[in-house]
């Protein structure tokens, strides 16, 4: 028999919960790193650039240091909470398992991207001119997105908490997750689009290696693999969003708006040849309404036939499901016009269009015997299936 003085120690257990704003200033950095990634394209294809320090890698590397400083910050912060619970020496030893798995994405996502610095000095160095698809690059865009999707998975986990906690969270607080949500969500497609970009785009030739793809293949990779990613995070966000007490009303809306900034600020903007597509451009905020519309309206159906209050996340039916669905593939089918010009020139590089040829024109000119017989089908299949996938895996995880 067991006295009360004899019971055993409780064994450690670490829930370190890192504050929001470490994940959000991590995503701000990546959207940085991605923003100076996109001008960086252009700058090249202006100038004539055989250097290391260009504005746009002041850009890239300022998002960088702004991502490891926050990670270091997280890091701080759970050391604190740790050494809090844990008075004697082996507190350092239980540092590394107490950080949160979201945290050790983003740290491990720095580490690729704090190298690729040197190596993208050294690779200038030695063989001047790069094109996108270099292995400096490779590394910096593979250390960006598990940097993201880190922070991603971060800022989702705390406004989960949040949004089920019997405690009344003040209206600032929520609206910080809501928007550091749709950030994170924002720049983790940007990023991973991105990456299924630098391996379709056909400005992968440099001084010394010629890194461009197969153009066939990478036209269809890129028309399947874009709104395939579309499809299945805007169907996660869509889910979440209805499926949580921290509800965002127009959720796909936000997220397109925050890629319409990024795109329109580095891409469209940053070069005369493209700025007065702008008023154009803004257009692609349509189908993210329609969408958000179609959502909205399900849910104001089902609370006026409801009773009692309404919890989706309990209530959730098959037609709800079906609803979140639709709409990730709205915005999807419209990825060539908001990942403009990007999408247009993996066109160009199978079609090969005459120099001459503004890029908007051979838009035109796909637009009927290209796009909407072939390319719009096809992603409006490939967005459903990243939404079905999307879904079973919210099902199989109960995210």
Sequence with gaps: MKTSGSHPKTKYSSVIRISPIIYFLISIGVSLQISGS?????WHGVRNVETFFTPPHSVIYSGVALSIGSVIGGIIQAAFEVRQQ???????????????????????????????????????????????????????????????????????????????????????????????????????????????????????????????????????????????????????????????????????????????????????????????????????IIPALIADNLIFRNLQKKKADSSSLYNLDKTMDDKAKKWCLLASVVVSVFYI??????????????????????TEQFFVQLLIPIILPFTVPVSIVSSLVGGLVAQRLVNTRKL
């Design 38 to 42: 996109n001008w960086d394209i252009v």
């Design 86 to 284: 844990k008075k004697d020496f082996t507190w350092f030893i239980l540092l590394p398992a107490s950080l949160p798995l979201s945290l050790k994405l983003a740290a491990i996502g720095c580490i690729l991207q704090l190298t690729a610095g040197p190596f993208d000095f050294l690779w200038h160095t030695q063989f001047g001119f790069d094109g996108l698809l270099s292995p400096p690059h490779s590394v910096l865009a593979a250390g960006m997105l598990i940097t993201a999707l880190g922070a991603l998975t971060g800022i989702y986990s705390r406004h989960s908490i949040s949004s089920r906690s019997t405690k009344v969270n003040s209206a600032p607080s929520s609206i910080f997750l809501n928007i550091s949500l749709v950030v994170g969500f924002a720049v983790f497609l940007m990023v991973a689009i991105g990456m299924v970009l630098m391996f379709t785009l056909p400005f992968s030739k440099g001084q010394y290696f010629d890194f461009n793809p197969n153009q066939l293949a990478a036209l269809v990779a890129a028309s399947v693999f874009i709104p395939f990613i579309l499809g299945t995070c805007l169907f996660i966000a869509a889910r979440i969003s209805i499926s949580t007490s921290y509800r965002i009303p127009f959720i796909l809306t936000s997220i397109v708006a925050v890629i319409m900034t990024i795109q329109s600020t580095t891409t469209i903007n940053s070069n005369s040849y493209f700025a007065w597509l702008f008023p154009l451009y803004l257009w692609n």
């Design 337 to 358: 016009t908001l990942f403009f010009p990007w999408t247009i020139d993996v066109y160009g590089g199978y079609f090969e269009p005459p120099k001459i040829l503004r």
